[in-house]
């Protein structure tokens, strides 16, 4: 198993440009999520899904768009990039509520 | 709401014992998490407490007290690969968000 991954590892994106991180998953989770985390600071969950076309918002949900048309992909999508979204995305998954979260390598975004 | 407090930053020596301290306050409880992130990666679990006591892995362990809002990460026999950040994370009664801390950023010294 790949277990969760992301790509890309790193982008740099101007003011004002728009992309897509993408998140894949193999075992089967049917929870799965994005966190943001700034530097030195714990993750803000952006968005999470509990499965296949069910997506709901987290904390910091301004600026970013999600979908789930299948159980393995979760995508995360910046529209109008904004210097404030410099940061490190984690995608997660889980296959329970209780259950552990397994976080994929991250993406690092910096947006100037 | 959540409020997760842990301290920023701790030094230990190679060998020595640390305690890093959660407490938290939450409209409801069902589970805290304890994360290790080394710099540059990705967080990766350690331990879960849902009822109060102690849960013993190795080198690490973690105590919960709900009715205080209180958890420790005990890592003994410390070892240079020990330096990391640790995050503490609660889950809520309602809902299936995790909540983390800001992170406690672990050094450890020869």
């Known amino acids: 198993n790949a277990g969760v991954t992301q790509t890309p590892k790193f982008r740099i994106l101007k003011i004002g440009q728009s992309m897509t991180l993408q998140c894949a998953q193999d075992?089967?989770?049917?929870?799965m999520y994005w966190y943001r985390q700034d530097p030195g600071m714990g993750l803000k969950l952006i968005y999470y899904?509990?499965?296949?076309?069910?997506?709901d918002k987290g904390e910091v949900p301004n600026g970013y768009n999600v979908s789930r048309s299948t159980t393995e992909d979760f995508p995360l999508r910046l529209e109008l990039a904004a210097p404030s979204q410099t940061s490190v995305y984690f995608c997660?998954?889980?296959?329970?509520?209780?259950?552990?979260?397994?976080f994929g390598p991250g993406t690092r975004l910096t947006v100037l | 709401g959540q409020n997760i407090d842990q301290p920023t930053e701790m030094t230990a020596t190679e060998g020595a014992i640390v305690q890093i301290n959660c407490t938290y306050q939450?409209?409801?409880?069902?589970?805290l998490f304890w994360y290790q992130q080394h710099a540059g990666e990705a967080p990766t679990f350690l331990s879960y407490?849902?009822?109060?006591g102690l849960e013993e892995k190795g080198r690490f362990s973690s105590f919960l007290s709900r009715s205080k809002g209180y958890s420790y990460l005990l890592l003994k026999e410390l070892q240079m690969k020990d330096s990391a950040s640790y995050l503490c994370?609660?889950?809520?009664?309602?809902?299936?968000?995790?909540?983390f801390g800001g992170g406690t950023r672990v050094l450890v010294k020869p």
């Open positions: 899904s509990v499965g296949a076309g069910i997506t």
């Open positions: 407490n849902v009822l109060d």
């Open positions: 075992m089967n989770h049917n929870y």
């Open positions: 997660a998954s889980s296959y329970d509520l209780a259950d552990t979260q397994y």
């Open positions: 939450t409209s409801g409880f069902n589970g």
């Open positions: 994370a609660v889950r809520a009664a309602a809902g299936n968000k995790l909540t």
